[in-house]
């Protein structure tokens, strides 16, 4: 299995980005897909999650509203849609895949994208 993601960059502060992680290797309609974020000095954090099946979405409280996670199972691609950006949304940014309908780890980590908000 692997996790491509793309899309990282420097951002002012209110801009927008959007991730993108490709998988390979796996039935990609039959995994839940997830977001995570590690700032600098602190641990790795859940942003947002999308199931199988149903897609259900799920969102960190310091994201909901400004963040949309979506994907496209016939580009096997999940991707992160972040608008008005704070400079403490500044992190590496990893997608995850996993086959349980609402994980609470992932099995599956891609490489990690660097998203840059400056103030």
């Known amino acids: 299995v692997q996790l491509q993601a793309s899309g990282g960059g420097l951002v002012q502060a209110g801009g927008s980005l959007r991730l993108s992680c490709t998988a390979s290797?796996?039935?990609?309609?039959?995994?839940?897909m997830g977001w995570f974020r590690q700032a600098p000095g602190k641990e790795r954090a859940f942003v947002a999650q999308?199931?199988?099946?149903?897609?259900?979405?799920r969102y960190a409280d310091s994201v909901a509203g400004r963040f949309t996670i979506s994907r496209d199972n016939a580009k096997n691609t999940v991707y992160l849609q972040m608008n008005s950006l704070k400079p403490e949304d500044t992190a590496v940014y990893y997608c995850?895949?996993?086959?349980?309908?609402?994980?609470?780890?992932?099995?599956?980590w891609g490489q990690g994208t660097l998203v840059t908000v400056s103030s």
């Open positions: 995850a895949a996993d086959r349980r309908q609402l994980p609470v780890s992932y099995a599956f």
């Open positions: 999308i199931s199988k099946a149903v897609g259900l979405t």
């Open positions: 290797g796996l039935t990609f309609s039959t995994y839940t």
